[in-house]
């Protein structure tokens, strides 16, 4: 930990906090911080408080919430384990973004995107994110940084921070305008995998679920993920991320991953995020994406069906023949999404396989007779007869 | 009332100061260049879009305000003690620091919306309607309509209160915007005939705000922003979903932080209500 | 459309908007499109907005109606700023209509707005073979729920379209009428019946 960063840190609070991680890291029973009592109206941390208040207020009423009682009650008491304490303060939202992103406001309520739970493989990663989530929100580093830049005089930063914190959807800009410094999200990652560990979750998997979308965003051609992804400008630098998070996983082994839960309650959504996914029209990263998740999952024929969707939307050189062997691969696990064979039909019709296009299609159009495209593809069934 | 440059002042304790031409065209140009910093900056459309309003206006200022401006065309008057819903009013009150940075400010905001509403009430008598007010977790099942009337306020804001060159041929210069039978829900909710929505959003220099502009002033250095109010209301037939009256405010006084200033603010906002008979 | 409503809000700030009156009757868009109108309506003009002609009846921020009058194979559907690091949707003269729609599916949801197709069919356009589309999206920046229809059709390597959005509650169905009126008038130059390309 750098030194000069310690002694130029403008909150005592979470000097103390450092001090106490240092030794939590040698197991001498670091304990989370009290419960953060609501502050004075007046305070500028009340100002914030309020402020995401009525952001949460706008964010109830959301089309973009995702109102699943169940659903909803499983990250609820995942975030409870993990916050210990904070329980009663911790509120959980699940919204429909197709991006990686967790956030805690320092009212307590935390969102949860949709683009997270797609790629999280189970309850402990999700653990890892949420636990460093809460690691800012219990070191209150929102009143930090609001401080911070105040006596910085950063001009032209109006109404961009706080707008945006809570905000629905604008992550780009969020994590841009809005960024912890990278000093916070050091002890983040620290606090986080300290209650991680409390709450029974393997710390290992802190390290794997950062590693996982550091990879998927180094597979975008030409870019480096810290420079494109905002998410990352402040993070540490992925080696000495992976490094330091090993290293504590290291002093507390042991722990679940509960993965078969985990399956099963996001199982539902699987296919409506992997669809977001595909629209967002990140060829690359999604290959990556799905390639791991493939590899980890080869029976799920939703990944298969994805990949293959991919592929032939962005088709260059040899991704026919990648989509096709996809989707074949989906069909034989013998519960595909119809659309696979509405996939290869649309191949075989570009490469002008007549008999093999109207076979896909007519199977398509006996599994949904009621498609949205359904007439479009008669049409074209049609117009191979003749 | 007759906007001129005089208006668009910032009175440093009480002093007034008029602009020059050649300041004129400073300040329009700073709050271009800050007006298209912020929407590169994506800002939440809640500020954004009216803050780009006000700055819209700013170049249109020295224009009479007719009006026929704020009432729809053909509409006269509200029956008098006609039934009025207040829609929870969006308000938000900030704090600039000395570097510029807006710190929202839950103390004043709770204060601004607690005078906001007594002012509406004390007023009610002289406006001649019935208001009620809509609590919280009705406004939770309206959100699709009141999400909706944001959309066309900024609409009215932009073509109707915006650049004349930008307003809609086709409305042939009148208040011409109805949310139809979509409003109805509003209606069967509250049994009100009309709904009054507002939105504010309104800073103020700080106090080491304040001081660093006293110093540039001295030096020479002029037009640096204290702070600004901008805000619309609306009042919405709630038979028809017409939009019969609508005001929006820009102005760089205004205080909705105190019972008495806020009246004003108030009487502001309601400028021109339809007169009940 | 947010970066649409952004961009034109600066535009103005800078003085170079205008609203302006398309008339009734029969207007030529672009070097091949005519489209016969009941009743006028408002064009947007403003640069850096796009390759399509943006009009309005209500306004921005209520509803849009989007004119290609003959995007060339490999231009962008909306305005590219070379900057930019975002994904850009090119339109290819070899596409399918769903191929099509997918672009437009992407353009929409740039900016996490969520989006459903609800109906895509084969259906006249432009006086030949094109397509006809209908779908859901809500705005992201404001929660707004919309409603959208387009049609298309390609002609010898270019793109036409109309595509209009508005609110589901009043506006879309208010609007539709004449939405669907344009589109069944418009008539491509070249384009022959008995070929339909």
């Known amino acids: 930990m750098n030194r000069r960063r310690f002694l130029a840190c403008a909150s005592c609070a979470s000097l103390l906090q450092v001090a106490s991680l240092a030794q939590a890291a040698s197991g001498d029973g670091w304990q989370v911080p009290a419960r953060i009592p609501r502050p004075d109206t007046a305070s500028d941390e009340g100002g914030l408080w309020a402020l995401m208040d009525r952001e949460e207020q706008k964010l109830r009423r959301s089309p973009f919430r995702i109102q699943d009682q169940q659903l909803q009650s499983y990250l609820q008491d995942i975030a409870c384990r993990l916050g210990g304490e904070h329980c009663p303060d911790t509120r959980v939202y699940l919204v429909h973004t197709p991006l990686f992103n967790a956030n805690m406001a320092p009212n307590g309520m935390m969102q949860i995107w949709s683009g997270l739970m797609l790629r999280a493989d189970n309850e402990a990663q999700l653990a890892a994110v949420l636990g460093h989530e809460i690691g800012h929100y219990v070191a209150r580093h929102s009143v930090e940084r609001l401080r911070d830049i105040k006596s910085r005089s950063a001009v032209g930063q109006f109404m961009v921070l706080f707008g945006l914190v809570g905000a629905v959807g604008r992550f780009a800009t969020f994590a841009g305008s809005f960024a912890y410094s990278r000093y916070h999200e050091r002890i983040a990652d620290r606090i986080g995998l300290e209650l991680m560990s409390k709450a029974g979750y393997d710390p290992a998997e802190a390290a794997t679920v950062w590693e996982n979308l550091l990879m998927e965003l180094r597979a975008k051609p030409g870019g480096d993920p810290t420079k494109s992804n905002p998410l990352f400008a402040t993070h540490p630098p992925a080696e000495e991320r992976r490094e330091t998070l090993m290293r504590l996983a290291e002093t507390q082994p042991g722990g679940v991953t509960n993965e078969v839960t985990w399956q099963q309650k996001v199982a539902p959504y699987r296919r409506e995020w992997l669809a977001d996914e595909v629209r967002r029209g990140q060829h690359e990263e999604s290959i990556a994406l799905l390639t791991r998740k493939i590899m980890r999952s080869p029976q799920v024929s939703d990944y298969l069906f994805t990949r293959a969707e991919v592929y032939r939307s962005r088709a260059k050189n040899a991704d026919f023949d990648d989509a096709i062997r996809d989707y074949q691969a989906a069909s034989a696990t013998g519960n595909e999404p119809s659309e696979t064979h509405r996939g290869l039909g649309l191949i075989y019709r570009a490469r002008k396989q007549i008999a093999e296009a109207r076979a896909s299609f007519e199977r398509y159009l006996e599994l949904a007779p009621e498609a949205p495209d359904a007439l479009m593809i008669k049409s074209y069934v049609e117009e191979m007869k003749t | 009332m007759r906007k001129t440059w005089v208006n668009y002042r910032r009175g440093l304790g009480g002093r007034d100061e008029e602009f020059s031409f050649s300041d004129r065209a400073r300040v329009v140009r700073w709050h271009v260049i800050r007006g298209m910093r912020i929407v590169r900056s994506c800002i939440g459309p809640a500020l954004a879009v009216p803050m780009i309003i006000a700055l819209i206006s700013m170049l249109n200022v020295g224009l009479v305000q007719a009006q026929s401006k704020n009432i729809a065309f053909g509409f006269t008057n509200l029956p008098k003690g006609t039934r009025v819903v207040v829609m929870p009013t969006d308000i938000e009150l900030f704090s600039i620091s000395g570097g510029g940075v807006a710190e929202p400010k839950a103390d004043w905001t709770e204060a601004a919306a607690r005078h906001f509403k007594a002012a509406l009430v004390k007023k009610q008598d002289s406006l001649g309607v019935q208001l009620s007010h809509l609590n919280d977790l009705d406004a939770d099942d309206l959100s699709d309509i009141n999400a909706l009337h944001a959309a066309v306020a900024r609409a009215i804001a932009l073509h109707h209160f915006g650049t004349s060159a930008f307003n809609l041929p086709t409305k042939d210069g009148k208040l011409d915007w109805s949310m139809g039978d979509s409003v109805k829900v509003i209606k069967e909710k509250t049994g009100a005939d009309y709904a009054l929505f507002s939105w504010v959003r309104d800073s103020y220099a700080s106090g080491e705000r304040v001081a660093s502009m006293v110093v540039l002033t001295l030096l020479g250095v002029r037009g640096m922003q204290g702070g600004s109010q901008a805000g619309y209301a609306s009042l919405v037939d709630l038979n028809t979903g017409a939009v019969l009256w609508f005001n929006r405010i820009l102005r760089r006084t205004g205080d909705l932080r105190e019972e008495g200033k806020a009246a004003e603010t108030l009487d502001t906002l309601l400028e021109n209500f339809p007169v009940t008979k | ?197």
């Open chain 3, 1 to 197: 459309m947010k970066i649409l409503i952004a961009t034109v809000l600066v535009i103005i700030l800078a003085g170079c908007a205008s609203a302006v009156k398309v008339s009734s009757g029969e207007n030529t868009l672009g070097d091949r499109l005519t489209v016969t109108l009941e009743g006028p309506w408002n064009q947007i003009k403003a640069p850096g907005l796009g390759p399509a002609q943006i009009w309005t009846m209500e306004g921005m921020p209520i509803d849009q109606l989007l004119i290609y009058t003959g995007l060339k194979d490999g231009e962008a559907i909306h305005a590219t700023n070379s900057s930019s690091k975002s994904k850009t949707f090119n339109f290819r003269a070899s596409m399918e209509p769903d191929e099509i729609v997918s672009l437009f599916e992407g353009m929409l949801t740039r900016d996490s707005s969520t989006y459903k197709l609800v109906k895509l069919e084969p259906a006249g356009f432009g006086g030949g073979k094109g397509f006809r589309f209908e779908y859901s999206l809500v705005r992201k920046i404001d929660n707004v729920k919309l409603s959208g229809v387009g049609y298309g059709a390609i002609s010898q390597g270019e793109l036409f379209a109309i595509v209009y959005q508005a609110p589901q509650l009043t506006f879309f169905s208010r609007h539709k009428r004449r939405i669907e009126q344009l589109a069944v008038s418009a008539r491509i130059k070249g384009v022959s019946q008995k070929q339909g390309t």
